[in-house]
């Protein structure tokens, strides 16, 4: 078995790599349905519901379109404020991993490397529609895939029964 710089062994003898082969965005849309009304200055802040989802597809054996999904609707009362979504993807080469480290990074490393463009992406269409930018707080994907491999689970006990 060979080892890799750090003196961690390596089954076939090459050092894992990921890879940031393309990032793109997919779908952005913005909407301000009460505008210019809704530009306008309130005594207390919209309450804002943010959505995170991630989607990972093969393209090859080593080759992966990730897909994170990013919404965020602003609302007052029971106005739209604002409403932004976005699918940003990034297409990774992951190479050299044991099987059971495909998922982790596929659904936590990948999005993790795109989250601060996606988040980029937000503050300026939300800014460019006339609002303060959004900025999105950090994201803690490990925790996103732990709860969704908890419900898979759950979901495929009830199925069995």
């Known amino acids: 078995m060979a080892e890799n710089e750090q003196g961690a062994a390596v089954g076939n003898g090459k050092a894992p790599t990921l890879n940031v082969l393309a990032q793109y965005v ?9 505008a ?9 802040a919209p309450g804002i519901n943010v959505n995170v989802n ?10 992966f379109d990730v897909n994170l999904t990013l919404t965020a609707k602003a609302s007052h009362d029971k106005d739209v404020i604002f409403n ?9 080469r992951v190479a ?5 480290h495909i998922l982790p990074i ?8 795109l989250f601060p463009f996606a988040r980029q992406i937000i503050a300026e269409a939300t800014r460019n529609g006339g609002f303060p930018p959004l900025m999105l707080d950090p994201i803690d994907f490990a925790q996103m895939f732990q709860q969704k491999l908890a419900e898979d689970s759950a979901r ?6």
């Open 84 to 92: 932004v979504e976005l699918v940003y993807g990034g297409v990774f």
């Open 26 to 34: 997919k779908d952005l849309s913005f909407e301000s349905p009460g």
């Open 36 to 44: 210019p009304n809704s530009l306008r200055g309130r005594d207390k």
């Open 96 to 100: 050299g991993f044991p099987q059971e």
């Open 156 to 161: 495929s006990k009830v199925q069995a029964s």
């Open 54 to 63: 991630v989607n990972a597809n093969p393209l090859s054996d080593t080759e």
């Open 106 to 113: 596929l659904f936590i490393e990948c999005p993790r490397l």
